[in-house]
């Protein structure tokens, strides 16, 4: 069902300024009736992105990147469809009006407004107490000489907590809060004379918030050592779960988009730390192990996930049941090595952010890094010490994606080390190698679709082809299919054009069924239950995200252009010199009337 009314989603896009919205990424110059510039989402010098502020779309005639104002905040902030309606809502001053929400649900979600406004307030409160109170000065001092500015520990809200047992409760209460709410948000616990006390005293705190910046929690530090515990976190509740957190991931998400990675480190002043050099695109996981729900999260920032964390403290089970999960969405992990007992706060500080930006571009696959790991420790000098090794390495091997550059060059460095054959290396058991490897093995067969000039750059990079090439390609289908059921008139036509060479054969057959069932979609469903399944989320995503024709007609050219260039390759193989020509003509049309689209006067 969808989250908002669709009036008041149209109101919001309505009232979205584009060229004021596109404008706070890149600079906008008009031109005709466009506006042109830099392309926020590739680097370029001369601007080849375009909006049209009329119909408020973009589109860059370089990397092809395009779409509303809806995609245009998830792509460059990070959010899902409901986040980025709302980011926009509150920008241009559109009241969002939910669907019928049930009275529970309702009073339930004016409950977590009224703790989060707690929390944003109690976080205004410990950071106005780190700048102002003398009791504070040794906190000061101690962030200083930690080489963070005072720019970013505004930037992060970083504060102090009072030393004295209830100055957050008294302020609370002054407020309109009651005792019990204060618990609820965590700022607060019950003591044992029935009363209550602020939970966080003479500590440095760090707002541990979502990722469109609101606070659910806090980790605090201690300043002198005999405090214990060193660190004290927010403890669980309906706001805050340990594990599901990413610090920094508010400030991250955006640079993230741009760069395509995002820099996973251990604590919070590495995340300060790293944002103060530049390399903003940083979070911290504040724990060993990253969570399945933080996973998640690093993947909605960017693909290329960079762990620069104590290599010691994550066990390497660990390590590649993530790397795993990661290829197994269509993400890369790599391991930037650390050297020995330092952290990345200390080496930008001792060295720099250009040494630390070369061992993040130094970043290797997780097997490689375990491997190598295996190889530093072992007693090469001895035939008994390289079998041993070589047992150990077995299974890293099998971990790597079959035929991929990874395992290429791990066997090529082991096989180097151990001076042994290729095939004593690769000799794995079919048992050892686990879930990823049988999988792709069964997905070689399937059609591949090569995806439209440059996104498919990333094949020779060292990751399994099959997620990380189809996905960005039939997500585009999808997303074209469930704009045709949102808008039927236009829809019909364009989907009667966008045959066999527009969509993947996995999205020719639902093509079909919407054909026949445009208006209703999900009558007369087919019998094929993944074919059924897929129909379903493209009818509940017409229903969710509703769109436009302009937007529509966009997609569509895109799809078309994106055709055109995958037959002008196979043409180009063929040596098919008049296809060519034709194809190049046929590709001209589509840029003009893609020029037109953009262009277009009202
Ligand atoms: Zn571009």
Not at 318 to 324: F, P
Not at 485 to 494: A, H, I, K, S, Y
Request: glycine fraction near 8%; charge should be negative; aromatic fraction near 6%.
């Amino acid at each position: 069902m969808a989250l908002f009314t669709r009036g008041s989603v149209e109101r919001v896009k309505e009232a979205v300024d584009m060229v004021e919205l596109v404008g706070a990424r890149t600079d906008l110059r008009r031109v005709g009736t466009r506006h042109v510039g830099l392309c926020p989402f590739h680097d370029e010098r001369t601007p080849s992105f375009s909006v049209n502020a009329e119909h408020a779309l973009y589109h860059c005639f370089g990397c092809g990147e395009s779409g509303d104002s809806i995609k245009f905040v998830r792509e460059t902030e990070g959010l899902d469809f409901a986040e980025a309606i709302e980011h926009l809502a509150e920008r241009y001053g559109v009241e969002l009006e939910r669907e019928d929400e049930d009275p529970r649900a309702e009073e339930d979600r004016r409950r977590r407004d009224r703790l989060m406004r707690l929390l944003d307030r109690t976080a205004t409160f410990y950071a106005r107490f780190l700048w102002d109170a003398a009791e504070a000065r040794g906190a000061r001092a101690h962030l200083a000489e930690r080489g963070l500015s005072d720019e970013t520990l505004r930037t992060f809200r970083v504060g102090y907590a009072p030393s004295a047992w209830n100055r957050v409760l008294v302020a609370g209460q002054r407020d309109g809060y009651a005792p019990a709410e204060m618990v609820a948000a965590g700022v607060a616990q019950p003591g044992r004379d029935g009363g209550y006390f602020d939970r966080f005293r003479a500590r440095i705190t760090f707002p541990l918030t979502d990722p469109r910046g609101r606070v659910l929690g806090f980790g605090a530090r201690a300043v002198r050592d005999s405090q214990k515990p060193k660190y004290l976190n927010s403890s669980e509740n309906e706001l805050y779960r340990k594990g599901r957190h990413l610090f920094g991931i508010d400030h991250a998400r955006a640079p993230a988009a741009k760069a395509g990675r995002v820099v996973v480190v251990e604590g919070y002043t590495d995340v300060l730390a790293l944002h103060g050099a530049g390399v903003e695109e940083t979070v911290a996981i504040m724990g060993t192990a990253l969570t399945p729900e933080q996973l998640t999260e690093l993947g909605r920032a960017a693909t290329t996930v960079l762990m620069a964390l104590d290599a010691d403290a994550s066990g390497q089970e660990a390590m590649l049941r993530a790397a795993r999960a990661a290829t197994e969405r269509g993400m890369e992990l790599r391991v930037v090595a650390l050297p020995e007992g330092s952290d990345p706060a200390e080496l930008v500080a001792a060295k720099g952010a250009a040494a630390f930006e070369r061992l993040l571009s130094a970043a290797v696959s997780v097997p490689e890094f375990e491997a190598g790991r295996v190889l530093d420790g072992a007693d090469l000098a001895s035939t008994h010490g390289r079998d041993r090794a070589l047992e150990l390495i077995r299974p890293l091997v099998a971990a790597t994606p079959e035929r991929s550059v990874v395992r290429d060059e791990l066997v090529r460095r082991v096989t180097d080390r151990l001076e042994v054959p290729a095939s004593y290396v690769t000799g794995a058991s079919i048992a050892a190698r686990g879930g990823a490897g049988a999988r792709n093995g069964a997905d070689a067969s399937s059609s591949r679709d090569p995806g439209p000039p440059g996104a498919d750059s990333g094949a020779s990079a060292p990751r399994p082809p099959e997620p990380a090439t189809r996905a960005p390609a039939e997500h585009a289908e999808q997303a074209f299919l469930a704009m045709c059921v949102g808008e039927p008139t236009p829809g019909r036509e364009l989907l009667e054009r966008a045959g066999a060479g527009y969509l993947s054969e996995r999205l020719l057959p639902v093509r079909d069924h919407l054909l026949e069932h445009l208006s209703d979609p999900l009558a007369d469903l087919p019998e094929d239950e993944s074919l059924a399944a897929l129909i379903t989320e493209i009818a509940m995503l017409a229903e969710a995200e509703p769109s436009s024709e302009p937007v529509l007609r966009l997609s569509f050219l895109q799809l078309e252009l994106r055709r055109a260039d995958r037959d002008l390759r196979a043409a180009a193989r063929e040596r098919d010199y008049d296809g060519q020509r034709t194809l190049l003509a046929e590709r001209e049309r589509v840029r003009e009337q893609l020029a037109e689209l953009m262009g277009e006067a009202g």
